[in-house]
């Protein structure tokens, strides 16, 4: 099992800067890819940002060239550096962890507000 605890949500202005951060505690080495994801009131949840094991990254195009995600395996912690923020990036934020281990599955974290004023 892991645990994910998200961390570093809160209030700004627009243009604004947030870090959020997703502590991974329990069967760490079992982590593959993990990401973040967020869900708007009314709206799905979307994948903002995703990070293999080794490093290599994707976004949305929402959020190209604004969020920054990474991860400190050593530190079994993922960081979404998050520039320039917009109201409409108003969300609560996930993080997700994928595991390596049979059958597979994955892991949610409880989940950060950000909530950016115009």
């Known amino acids: ?9 809160g209030l700004v202005q627009a243009g604004g800067s947030l870090r959020l951060s997703c502590a991974a505690s329990g069967s760490t080495l079992s982590i593959g890819a993990m990401g973040w994801y967020r869900q708007a009131p009314g709206k799905q949840r979307e994948l903002v940002a995703a990070i293999t094991r080794g490093g290599s990254t994707n976004y949305a195009d929402s959020v190209k060239g604004r969020f920054t995600i990474s991860r400190d395996n050593g530190k079994n912690t993922m960081y979404l550096q998050m520039n320039s923020l917009k109201p409409e990036d108003t969300a609560v ?12 599955g994955e892991y949610w974290g409880q989940g950060t507000q950000v909530t950016v004023s115009s």
Do not use: K, M, R
């Open 93 to 104: 934020y996930y993080c997700n962890a994928q595991t390596l281990w049979f059958p597979g």
């Open 1 to 9: 099992q892991v645990q994910l605890v998200e961390s570093g949500g």
